[in-house]
């Protein structure tokens, strides 16, 4: 047992902290409000930001969008600790970097995908040409995902797509859809699906933003009406997209801004440093030491959980209770640190950021906000209790 | 960063897991509760046998030369089956000590008596005001012609009952730093004026209060340096905080595999309990309390390990496993229904023995202060 980094490690955590403080804009940590574990107040949503769009071309031209991807496709060939020292440093600085292409089409294409396909889809994902959104959700199956009504008909060598997704985070400055979409409708609902990529700028598909609690336009809900796809479009073979999206579950298991949980800690700490109360720190008040030490506790064990996925990654060990553990856990500990920072705050923890009085920039009132959508995106914290003891204990179904 | 266990520790634990389910069952569990002794004899000696209570000393004081992480992985073994009786206090609180701070000589007596199931040894550092700190050292021993008369209370002292020597931490110097002044002595247990009474607790965990009466001690029996210390006691506190975490996490461990059986096995409403999702989203909940507690155990024990600075890392393995091991045990119980509420069912142990193991070291509260005071708070 050995929680060091190795050389390599820590020789790569040094380049990757380097090369941040070196081209992230003057300032950005401190300004973005970015809050841990939510979907909402992402930097990546401003649409045609330079600096964001500047940062990521640097990042594919070190092969830093995809780092744990074989050198033969375009990644660094790194190992899952890198990847995960990548993430904890970017998102420690709230810099932009991964999104769904990178992070679940590519790594998906890889395994399943045609030849023609990885030599159309991988040199543009590499080069964070081709972004992708995730389109799974549809009104009526959020939970249920297998209930999806999104149609697919073939015709010659293309698909018809018909319907509608939605909670569509980012497909609003995304270039393509990854889609599942239903092409057998007499097959049981998990075996008639299939996994597409459809072209945003296809005739018949209308995105339409939704403005989210935190006053951001962050998802959509977008519309398919006769969209024409071509066949090769199809991630490997027709009719298997559930199992492909189930197998992709574990691509995303890295995608915690971990780093964004200490920042953010430090950043109260800080402020309960810096303000006094009747001439005392508010950090020498006992109920604040004991709040801050209860945070401090909790990343630590996050940090555990996050480390110890990256290692199984590695060994080639399937982290399925200790990914959905990853994911509960973090989410939770969203909503405990924004609550942290509200009771630290008091009055002023609900100010707005353009309030002259506001502390932290309103990073806590964005983040008591945000922290709703790290609970229900990307599977709810029920979902991920689900799959821990139905996969992990093997509890049995209803 | 190498996260596993290596396969010489694995199989430590698998065959630790397999022998003390035969020689330690549930029964004989019970029966050591309800005894004043609270071990049994037989039962030590196949572990000394074993190589256990020789386990992380050098092969030159008749160990085997394992490591700090080697005794954690024992622990959590230990803990699982909830194994009564003096290990911990023999091998954790006296004989780490011995190990870091007694003389070659001191080492020479001792040590090859733990390991060979000779002596058990305690140490006696709580008081009346049951703290683990420095001012709370009330307890004094005032130099004569030859050695040192020791007079005080001590509380809370795990195994003094059967141990055969007390590590009694003194006050031999009054100063600015209660931390200064503070002497460790080995004391016999059956000298004149050493007066043990065993206290009734909840998890039948055998702590004692143990009475110095003008106890008389030689000179040669100051373990480490006079009026020094405190640091070694702090050592030992620090290592013996993580292995109580070791324990706990063990213990935790099984109430969770014992409560996830029965939520398989137990049919209610024509289907196993195990299906409603309020019973799954018990056992998600205990997962990752188990889990956590485990990982951050471990990176501390590692710290420990390889003498790495380690205060922080260990309050914060306290504060989260001491909570996290109550909460799995008492979902446990919400699992188990009515039949948890029997004396004749098993988890009950497991939940008294996590109030004792949150208690025993400083419990969240008091971890949480540390870890605000190294945040520089």
């Known amino acids: 047992m050995d929680f060091r980094f190795s050389d390599r490690e820590e020789a790569f955590r040094t380049e990757v902290e380097d090369f941040i403080k070196k081209e992230l804009p003057a300032g950005w940590t401190e300004k973005n409000i970015y809050w841990p574990g939510g979907y909402g107040t992402l930097s990546e949503f401003e649409e045609a930001n330079p600096h964001i769009e500047q940062f990521r071309h640097q990042l594919a031209e070190r092969s830093w969008l995809n780092i744990s991807w074989p050198k033969e496709y375009g990644g660094a060939g790194r190992t899952n600790i890198e990847q995960a020292i990548f993430h904890e440093r970017m998102s420690y600085y709230r810099a932009p970097g991964g999104e769904v292409a990178t992070l679940i089409g590519g790594p998906t294409i890889m395994l399943f995908g045609s030849d023609e396909m990885k030599k159309e889809w991988l040199p543009k994902i590499a080069r964070g040409e081709a972004r992708f959104w995730l389109a799974y959700s549809e009104p009526n199956a959020g939970s249920d995902l297998a209930s999806i009504q999104t149609r697919a008909v073939e015709d010659g060598d293309d698909l018809i797509i018909n319907g509608q997704k939605i909670w569509s985070t980012a497909a609003h400055v995304s270039h393509y859809a990854w889609m599942i979409a239903r092409t057998d409708p007499n097959a049981a609902p998990h075996r008639g699906i299939t996994l597409l990529i459809v072209d945003n700028q296809s005739p018949g598909v209308t995105i339409r933003p939704l403005t989210n609690i935190c006053g951001s336009q962050s998802f959509n809900e977008v519309f398919f009406d006769n969209v024409v796809v071509p066949k090769k479009n199809i991630v490997g073979e027709k009719n298997r997209g559930w199992y492909y999206v189930m197998v992709a579950l574990d691509f995303e298991r890295l995608v915690i801004p971990i780093g964004g949980f200490k920042r953010t800690f430090e950043e109260i700490t800080q402020y309960t440093k810096e303000t006094k109360h009747n001439g005392q720190s508010l950090s020498q008040n006992p109920l604040i030491r004991n709040k801050l030490a209860e945070m401090a506790v909790e990343i630590e064990v996050a940090y555990m959980f996050f480390w110890q996925t990256a290692w199984m990654l590695d060994k080639g060990l399937v982290p399925n209770i200790e990914a959905s553990v990853l994911k509960l856990f973090t989410t939770q500990l969203s909503q405990k640190l924004a609550n942290t920072g509200m009771q630290v705050m008091g009055h002023y923890g609900p100010l707005e950021r353009e309030s002259k009085w506001a502390s932290l920039r309103g990073r806590v009132q964005a983040g008591y906000l945000d922290c709703i959508s790290a609970l229900v995106g990307a599977g709810t914290s029920e979902i991920q209790r689900n799959i821990i003891a139905m996969r992990g204990l093997g509890l049995p179904r209803a | ?377």
């Not at chain 2, 058990?120 to 021993?141: G, H, I, M, Q």
């Not at chain 2, 050695?147 to 001590?154: D, E, F, L, S």
């Not at chain 2, 004149?192 to 030689?218: H, I, M, W, Y």
């Open chain 2, 1 to 377: 960063m190498e996260l596993g266990l290596s396969e010489e520790q694995e199989m430590l634990k698998t065959s630790a897991r397999d022998f003390l389910q035969k020689e330690c069952p549930k029964q004989l569990v019970r029966q050591l509760d309800e005894s004043d002794t609270g071990y049994s004899s037989e039962l030590w000696q196949k572990m000394a046998k074993l190589g256990w209570t020789g386990l992380v000393f050098p092969e030159k004081y008749g160990g085997s030369g394992g490591s700090f992480l080697d005794l954690i992985v024992l622990l959590e073994e230990m803990g699982h089956n909830i194994l009564p009786g003096p290990f911990f206090s023999t091998v954790v609180l006296g004989g780490l000590t011995v190990l870091a701070a007694g003389s070659e000589e001191q080492k020479k007596d001792i040590l090859p008596k733990i390991a060979s199931g000779d002596m058990l040894l305690t140490l006696a550092l709580t008081e009346p005001s049951a703290r683990y700190d420095a001012p709370s050292v009330k307890t004094k021993a005032v130099a004569g012609t030859d050695g040192h008369v020791i007079n005080g209370t001590k509380l809370f002292i795990p195994d003094a009952n059967v141990a055969d020597y007390i590590l009694c931490v003194a006050r031999t110097k009054k100063g600015k730093n209660p931390e200064d002044g503070i002497t460790i002595f080995l004391v016999n247990a059956k000298s004149p004026g050493v007066k043990g009474t065993l206290l009734k607790t909840l998890a039948r965990d055998k702590q004692c209060e143990v009475v110095f009466d003008n106890v008389s001690v030689p000179q040669s029996n100051i373990l480490g340096k006079p009026d020094q210390g405190w640091p070694t006691v702090k050592d030992t506190l620090q290592k013996a905080t993580v292995a109580k975490c070791a324990e706990m996490v063990g213990g935790a461990q099984a109430a969770l595999e014992m409560a996830v059986q029965y939520a398989k096995d137990r049919v209610q409403f024509n289907r196993p309990i195990g299906s409603f999702q309020a019973i799954q989203h018990y056992c998600a909940n205990m997962v990752t309390d188990v889990d956590g507690a485990r990982f951050i155990t471990y990176k501390a024990a590692w710290k420990v390990n390889e003498g790495l600075p380690s205060d922080m890392d260990v309050a914060i393995a306290k504060a989260w496993t001491s909570e996290a091991c109550g909460r799995v045990t008492l979902l446990a119980h919400q699992i188990f229904g009515a039949i948890g509420f029997t004396m004749d069912h098993d988890i009950h142990l497991y939940y008294r023995r996590a109030k004792a193991g949150e208690i025993m070291f400083g419990d969240g509260d008091f971890q949480r202060a540390i870890v605000a005071q190294e945040l520089g708070l």
